[in-house]
C-alpha cells in the first residue's frame, strides 16, 4: 500500500512552546489529509481534515488558532500545535487519501509530550 | 446514539478460536466500510474493506448488513499475533467525513 510519513516520531517540549509535525505522501498524491489525536485507551478522534490549497476544516472543539494547519502540496500536510501545554501532550497521527474508495493511509504518528 | 459503535471488550479467546466482532452506524448515508488493526502505540493499519457482498481474506471475514446498519468481522482460527484492537471505520456520505469506532481489544492466549 501506499506509504505515508511522519516527522518527528516523537517530541518533548516546555510548555508554551510550539511544535510543528509534518505528514507526508511518499510515493501518491494525497488529495485529502486527516489530522487525528489518540489519548491513551481512547479511540482516534478526528482535529481535523484539510485538502490541498484551501483551509482546514476543524472538527467541534478544536480550536483552529491553536492547531494550526497547512497543506501547501499534494504531499506535505503541517500541524503546528501552539503555545502547547501538557493537556495538548498526545499521540497525534496524520492520515492521507488520493483512491476513491476512501482508504486512508496512516502515517506512523508523532507522540508529544509537553513538559 | 453515537455514529460508530463497537463493543469494547476486552476478547479473550483461546488460540485456534473464532471470534467475532459487531460494529453499527448511525447514518444510513454511510458509503464505504472498513476494518483497522491497531497495536498497542502504533498507528491503524487497514485490515480490509467491507463489501455488500461480503468478503474473505485467508482467516478473515467481512460482512455489511446496511438494512440494520451494521458491519461484523469474524477471525477464525486465532492466533497470538491477531492481538490487537481492531477498529471499524465508516465514511459517511456527502462531505467525505470518516468515523472511527472506539475500537474492540482482541487477546488472543496461548
Known amino acids: 500500500g501506499a506509504v505515508v510519513s511522519q516527522h518527528p516520531s516523537r517530541v518533548i517540549c516546555k510548555s508554551g512552546t510550539s511544535v510543528k509535525i509534518e505528514c507526508r505522501s511518499l510515493d501518491f498524491q494525497a488529495t485529502t489529509m486527516f489530522w487525528y489525536r489518540q489519548f491513551p485507551k481512547q479511540s482516534l478522534m478526528l482535529m481535523a481534515t484539510?485538502?490541498?490549497?484551501?483551509?482546514?476544516?476543524?472538527e467541534q472543539g478544536v480550536e483552529k488558532d491553536k492547531f494550526l494547519i497547512n497543506h501547501a502540496s499534494l504531499t506535505l500536510s503541517t500541524l503546528t500545535v501552539t503555545s502547547a501545554h501538557p493537556e495538548d501532550s498526545s499521540f497525534y497521527i496524520c492520515s492521507a487519501t488520493g483512491t476513491t474508495n476512501n482508504e486512508q493511509f496512516f502515517g506512523p504518528g508523532t507522540r508529544l509530550t509537553v513538559l | 446514539r453515537k455514529e460508530v459503535e463497537q463493543d469494547p471488550g476486552p476478547f479473550n479467546v483461546p488460540e485456534g478460536a473464532t471470534v467475532a466482532f459487531n460494529c453499527t452506524y448511525s447514518?444510513?448515508?454511510?458509503?464505504?466500510f472498513f476494518w483497522y488493526r491497531q497495536d498497542c502505540r502504533k498507528e491503524p493499519k487497514l485490515l480490509m474493506s467491507v463489501y455488500s457482498s461480503g468478503n474473505e481474506d485467508g482467516r478473515f471475514t467481512a460482512q455489511l448488513n446496511r438494512a440494520s446498519q451494521y458491519i461484523s468481522l469474524l477471525i477464525r482460527d486465532s492466533k497470538l499475533s491477531d492481538s490487537a484492537t481492531y477498529l471499524c471505520?465508516?465514511?459517511?456520505?456527502?462531505?467525505?467525513?470518516?468515523?472511527f469506532g472506539a475500537g474492540t481489544r482482541l487477546f488472543v492466549k496461548a
Open positions: 471505520v465508516v465514511n459517511g456520505g456527502g462531505g467525505f467525513k470518516t468515523i
Open positions: 484539510s485538502n490541498e490549497g484551501s483551509k482546514a476544516t476543524y
Open positions: 447514518n444510513s448515508a454511510s458509503q464505504s
